[in-house]
């Protein structure tokens, strides 16, 4: 497969590719717009299973960006999406918010505590001593153990937050049962994302800010990656790893002009 390929779909992470904190990052509006100017499908991708679609387009409004739900994909979408291919019509507990309550409603899942299929932890800003406790128990009796993502932590304007890593670690040293995360990096996301928009993966470009998640990710599922430093991984922090992104570029902005052919105008060497 040569380089200089038509692309033809994007994935694109949403923290540190097109937004940064409550701020869009320069340059992230005109790279949507290109896309829509030449129609190509696009999926935002965020490992938070906070929010629901709708809340996070909202959210990218006030930064500027206006984005429809459909074209959000979020760490809980794809939980449900796999519970529903997994065992459709099943039960869960859930520790987590309306982001992933409301995904696994929408496949017809309930939600109960009394010998669910699965117990699925997501991200919530009120881990509870007794929601972890139940989540244990429930595990402990036979009940499969899913974890949206395995971030460990998260930011906030104060410093780091535990995240969902850090309780499925609490939850499997209680239990000696390591949970299987959907989320990035597991591939899994991106085909699922791929599946979303009709996509294949060799027309197919990941956009991310972190080679331990957004890249690894998109190259494992076969797709060529872009690695922006708009967000948390650096030039010099790509020598770390034993992978390369395709391309480096600063931000999403160095797209202008080129989204059809992102690759054929330049090296694809990271240097």
């Known amino acids: 497969m040569s380089t200089d390929d ?53 959210r990218l409004r006030q930064t500027g960006l206006e984005i429809p ?15 529903n291919e ?11 918010e309306s982001g992933l309550t409301t995904a696994l409603h929408e496949i017809g899942y309930v939600l109960t505590e009394v010998d669910p299929d699965y117990v699925v932890l997501g991200e919530t800003r009120t ?17 499969r153990f899913i974890a949206t993502n395995p971030d460990p932590t998260g930011p906030s304007r104060d410093g780091v937050l535990p995240a969902t890593g850090s309780v499925a670690a609490l939850i499997t040293r209680a239990t000696g ?16 994302a791929l599946r979303r928009i009709n996509a294949h993966s060799q027309t197919s470009v990941m ?13 494992e599922a076969g797709m060529r990656t872009i690695l922006v430093t708009s967000g948390i ?3 010099m922090s790509v020598e770390h790893y034993p992978y390369r992104p395709t391309m480096v570029l600063n931000s999403v902005a160095d797209l202008a002009g080129r989204v059809r052919t992102p690759f054929a105008a330049e090296s694809t060497s990271p240097h």
Not at 207 to 219: C, E, F, N
């Open 127 to 143: 881990y509870s001593f007794e929601a972890i406790t139940t989540a244990i128990r429930l595990v402990e009796r036979g009940a």
């Open 233 to 235: 991984s650096t030039k």
């Open 177 to 192: 049962r390591d949970p299987y995360y959907i989320g990035k990096p597991n591939p899994l996301m991106m085909r699922s």
């Open 86 to 96: 997994q065992r459709p019509g099943g039960t869960a507990y859930v520790v987590g």
């Open 207 to 219: 956009i991310g800010d972190r080679m331990d998640t957004d890249v690894i990710s998109g190259m």
């Open 69 to 83: 739900e459909h074209s959000i994909w979020t760490s809980a979408l794809a939980t449900a999406s796999f519970l």
């Open 6 to 58: 038509r692309i033809l779909s994007y994935l694109t992470d949403m923290d540190g590719v097109l937004v940064h904190e409550d701020h869009m990052v320069p340059g992230a509006d005109e790279f949507l717009a290109e896309l829509r100017a030449e129609e190509i499908p696009f999926l935002v991708l965020t490992n938070n299973s906070i929010r629901t679609p709708r809340d996070l387009q909202a």
